[in-house]
T-cell receptor, first 112, second 113 residues
Framework: NAGVTQTPKFQVLKTGQSMTLQCAQD?????MSWYRQDPGMGLRLIHY???????DQGEVPNGYNVSRSTTEDFPLRLLSAAPSQTSVYFC???????????FGSGTRLTVV | GNSVTQMEGPVTLSEEAFLTINCTYT??????LFWYVQYPGEGLQLLLK?????DKGSNKGFEATYRKETTSFHLEKGSVQVSDSAVYFC????????????FGPGTSLSVIP
């Protein structure tokens, strides 16, 4: 089992560029989430999904867009990158209930 | 809203020392509680969990007990090893919010030989 796969692992963008961070899971988990990790701030929820076709905003959704057309995939789109979006991004998935998340290995994004 | 507070780090301990990392939470319902660990350069891994009051989660020598009366979920280990050096995150999820997980800020632990 691959678990949760994130691509790319590293990315450098220029201000104003757009890009998509990919996330795929092969565990048939209904729930998927995107977090960003910044020093001293822990993980903050960007967007989450409770199933294909259903998404909602987390704590810090501005500047990001998501869609969930399949159970397996949950891409995160940066519409117009800003230096404040420099961060490490983690995708996670779980079945419904208090099972705990399975995390991907992260994407380190730098916006210059 | 729901929130998680952890003790400030970094924490530095000698090998075989006793570890406690404090965690307290605020929640409107009856959350489930978790500890995650993040080793350098990696994603987070679930370390242990507890889903109701007085439950004790345990794994790899780590333990934490869900204390509803003090809204706490402190992480303990009797004898730490160098390989335990990592960042530890306390977290909660609430079934009334689709099990969204809220994380604390993390506590960095360094264990020296």
């Amino acid at each position: 089992n691959a678990g949760v796969t994130q691509t790319p692992k590293f990315q450098v963008l220029k201000t104003g560029q757009s890009m998509t961070l990919q996330c795929a899971q092969d565990m048939n988990h209904e729930y998927m989430s995107w977090y960003r990790q910044d020093p001293g701030m822990g993980l903050r929820l960007i967007h989450y999904s409770v199933g294909a076709g259903i998404t909602d905003q987390g704590e810090v959704p501005n500047g990001y867009n998501v869609s969930r057309s399949t159970t397996e995939d949950f891409p995160l789109r940066l519409l117009s990158a800003a230096p404040s979006q420099t961060s490490v991004y983690f995708c996670a998935s779980s079945p419904p209930g208090a099972y705990g998340y399975t995390f991907g290995s992260g994407t380190r994004l730098t916006v210059v | 809203g729901n929130s998680v507070t952890q003790m400030e780090g970094p924490v530095t301990l000698s090998e075989e020392a006793f570890l406690t990392i404090n965690c307290t939470y605020t929640a409107t319902g009856y959350p489930s509680l978790f500890w995650y660990v993040q080793y350098p350069g990696e994603g987070l891994q679930l370390l242990l969990k507890a889903t109701k009051a007085d439950d004790k989660g345990s794994n790899k020598g780590f333990e934490a007990t869900y204390r509803k009366e003090t809204t706490s979920f402190h992480l303990e280990k009797g004898s730490v090893q160098v390989s335990d050096s990592a960042v530890y995150f306390c977290a909660l999820s609430d079934k009334t919010s689709y099990d969204k997980v809220i994380f604390g800020p993390g506590t960095s632990l360094s264990v020296i030989p």
